[in-house]
């Protein structure tokens, strides 16, 4: 079992990307290697070198692998109320996290019902 609330203390907007990104990048069991590129491309620009990026990365994977669904929903419902406090960080993140469902040019029926399921947290935060 994890601290939740010791990370969301803890985690900042990046650590919050990574794990809407990876989370939709896994909802089909597999991040594929067009998904990696795409979730670096978008973190990298606020990441301070590559080292920097895999210790975060590294980090909110082994979050997101200790949590099962029902937890993972309710984690990134906390992380949003801290981190999505406008209609246009939410639309950037929901354009974000489907370029990452789009990069292997596959969308599976799990990457949608996760996609609708951030969707639905986010709107009912804003």
Known sequence: MINT??????????HYLAFLYIAVASADYNIGED???????????????????KELYSDVLKTYSKLNDNDTYNFIADLSKKH??????????????KDIIAADDHETPNETIMFISIRKILNSII
Do not use: G
């Open 35 to 53: 998904e990696k590129d795409e979730l670096h491309e978008k973190l990298a620009p606020s990441i301070f070198d590559e080292d920097n990026y």
């Open 84 to 97: 999505v406090t406008c209609n246009d960080t939410k639309e950037k993140v929901l354009q974000d996290l």
């Open 5 to 14: 609330l010791e990370i969301l203390n803890k985690w900042d907007y990046r």
